[in-house]
C-alpha cells in the first residue's frame, strides 16, 4: 500500500513542478480533483499486486521478518 501511495504521490508531485504549480496555492479541492487525475493514469490495483508479490518474496527470501518498526524522531 505505502508503495503504491508513494508512486501515485511522486506522478503527482512531478506532474506539478513541470507545470510550475506551487500546491501550497491550491485548495484542498483542487489538490484532490488533480490526485484523481492522477490516479486515472494508474492501474493502481496492479500496483497494489507487484508490490504484494514483492513483499512475499522478501519474506520468503529472508530480507523482511513482517516485524519491522519505524522509530520516529521529534523534529
Do not use: F, H, P, W
Amino acid at each position: 500500500m505505502v508503495t503504491a501511495a508513494g508512486i501515485v504521490y511522486v506522478k503527482l508531485m512531478s506532474s506539478l513542478l513541470n507545470e510550475g504549480t506551487d500546491m501550497s496555492y491550491m485548495s484542498d479541492e483542487e489538490l484532490r480533483e488533480r490526485m484523481r487525475e492522477v490516479m486515472e493514469g494508474q492501474n493502481v490495483r496492479t500496483m497494489m499486486k507487484e508490490a504484494q508479490s514483492e513483499y512475499v518474496r522478501a519474506r520468503k527470501a529472508g530480507t523482511v521478518s513482517g516485524r519491522e518498526t519505524v522509530d520516529l524522531e521529534e523534529e
